[in-house]
């Protein structure tokens, strides 16, 4: 057994100061509608717009409204009830949007997680949340997403329905999306009429999500979003990304990850935009860029990459009107590269706990690609504070990125003693982003130079090195381990193992290494992918392992071997 069968909700949730609250409500911040409201006034005003497409589906905003509120309906006859938590492990098309959104129309909380997920990590965010449904694809071409959610919901007392996505034939314990939104049994005006009696009875500032933690302990957080505020935090995005009503904007990183709803999925929508996504898959890539023109778009190195090596792609992505650049700094081939007429490329920084930044497009050339900008929101705050205290640094000095505001959380769910470390006295959020800010005649602008987190970005993905080093530990031939970013030209980092092996114990070998993790359910991208054995690891002053010369050390290495 990994969980209860059921968890309180409200007292998980960390609640907003009444004061701070009263101030978003009196901004405009935060307004008296859930975010399913907000999304059925996107359908009646853009009905005939279209409202999602992938390689093989295009959808106007009335069939993604209709659509949605059959599953939806479905989701509540099957016997699940508003407030209940639904695990998500699918890949990116339409049908992953639509089960999303019908989640959330019958009220309720969908917990966003990778479809690479494992048994580690799955059963971790079972435990924490007592979810009552599954929802996975079972074609997916990774690892058997059907087989890990039978292991959790016989582990799992809370669990009682499977939910499949995708083309392959549910079983007979199983229910898919598909066959939900297929429903005809009533009529479309009871379906919205069922829909809207869940809405009205949510708190527009209820929990509406929770989002997966990429920080630093080895244990997942979850993070809660409230309805109005995530909503919010999506419109604010795809404001700063200039985006309207004939915006096409696509998401090639996974979909149901924070930075895939809100920045892509979320944010079009707000505006009655097109939301294009595909797998990662040329072809199928190619397929969608045909149907559609694209013009706004969030690249990482490894995306970016891909395209500089297709003239195919380059060709694609001609209507481009704005490039959101999500990693520390724009490489000078993306600007020469997409900065052409129209096209701005424009720093972007955030975080599931909430803080957005981004470089707007009017300003400087030096501002967009040496900044990661501004907060997207007027009620943002920042305070830039010397690590590990309460005492602010001024303008030019680097320190630890502190927020809060209107979409920044007050506290991870159900983890006290995680809050009483990730926030200030005041309800800041500790970042664990080292930055500087700069001033711009009356405007600062920050830039991201360090991190305190202990994290390798992985093509987007944090790996908590943490984490690792703690279930490598459990190997029998392994007394120390070390666990550090080695640089990547697709990726920008990779995983590099530092072990010292028990005394008498064999040699060990990398793939015994993913063999070992694999057998314990741990999710394929962060599995080391260099090891290095030594007889010992530096040490700092503190008898800490020195990460700073294993880096350096590993950096030289593979300079060395090229």
């Not at 949510?202 to 630093?216: D, I, K, R, W």
């Not at 809100?262 to 969608?288: E, M, N």
């Not at 052409?340 to 981004?358: D, H, L, N, R, Y």
């Not at 030594?534 to 290495?557: G, S």
């Amino acid at each position: 057994m990994i969980g209860t069968e059921d968890v309180d909700i409200a007292d998980k949730v960390t609640p907003y100061p009444d004061s701070l609250a009263a101030r978003y409500r009196a901004a405009g911040f935060w307004r008296p509608r859930t975010l399913c409201q907000e999304l059925q006034e996107s359908v009646e005003r853009f009905s005939d717009r279209l409202a999602v497409v992938d390689p093989g589906v295009r959808l106007t905003y009335a069939e993604l409204g209709d659509l949605t509120d059959r599953i939806a309906t479905g989701l509540l006859q099957a016997g699940l009830k508003p407030g209940e938590r639904v695990l998500f492990q699918t890949t990116n098309h339409v049908w992953a949007v639509l089960g999303w959104y019908g989640v959330l129309k019958a009220g309720l909380v969908p917990v966003a997680t990778l479809a690479q997920h494992r048994w580690h990590e799955i059963s971790a965010i079972a435990g924490q949340c007592a979810p009552a449904a599954h929802l996975y694809e079972p074609g997916f071409a990774g690892h058997d997403l059907r087989s890990l959610a039978t292991e959790i919901a016989d582990a799992q007392p809370s669990l009682r329905i499977k939910l499949t996505v995708g083309t392959t034939a549910p079983a007979s314990d199983e229910l898919s999306i598909e066959s939900l939104a297929e429903a005809n049994e009533s009529t479309g005006q009871q379906r919205r009429l069922t829909v809207e009696q869940v809405q009205r009875q949510l708190s527009p500032e209820s929990l509406a999500v929770l989002q997966l933690s990429g920080g630093t302990t080895s244990v997942p957080k979850l993070i809660p979003r409230l309805s109005t505020e995530y909503w919010y935090n999506a419109a604010q995005w795809g404001d700063a990304m200039n985006m309207d009503s004939t915006s096409v904007a696509v998401h090639l990183l996974p979909l149901i990850h924070n930075a895939g709803i809100v920045c892509a999925l979320h944010a079009a929508h707000s505006v009655g935009a097109c939301f294009a996504t595909s797998p990662p898959d040329t072809a199928a890539f190619l397929r969608l860029a045909s149907t559609v023109t694209i013009t706004h778009m969030l690249m990482t190195r490894p995306i970016a990459r891909v395209i500089e090596a297709d003239t195919r792609l380059r060709a694609a992505l001609a209507g481009l009107r704005t490039v959101a650049w999500a990693d520390r700094s724009v490489p000078s081939a993306v600007i020469d590269e997409y900065e052409t007429g129209a096209c701005k490329v424009i720093q972007m920084f955030g975080m599931g706990e909430g803080m957005c930044m981004f470089s707007p497009r009017d300003a400087s050339a030096e501002i967009r690609h040496g900044t990661q900008g501004t907060p997207i929101s007027p009620g943002d705050e920042v305070r830039v504070l010397e690590p590990g205290s309460e005492r602010q640094v001024p303008p030019g000095t680097s320190g630890e990125l502190c927020a809060r505001g209107p979409y920044t959380i007050r506290g991870y769910f159900a983890a006290p003693e995680r809050n009483a470390e990730a926030f200030t006295s005041e309800g800041f959020y500790r970042t664990g982003d080292i930055v500087t800010e700069i001033l711009d005649g009356d405007k600062s602008y920050y830039r991201l130079e360090d991190r305190i987190k202990d994290l390798i970005n992985r093509g987007g993905e944090k790996i908590n090195a943490e984490e690792v080093e703690l279930l490598l530990l459990r190997h029998e031939g392994i007394e120390r381990a070390a666990l550090v970013a080695m640089p990547d030209s697709r990726l920008g980092e990779r995983a590099c193992a530092f072990v010292v092996l028990r005394q008498g114990s064999e040699a060990i070998e990398l793939e015994t290494i993913k063999q070992f993790l694999s057998d314990q359910g741990v999710a394929k991208f962060k599995w080391p992918e260099r090891l290095e054995i030594r007889t010992e690891l530096p040490l700092t002053n503190i008898h800490k392992v020195n990460k700073a010369i294993l880096r350096e050390e590993i950096a030289t290495l593979l300079a060395d071997e090229r």
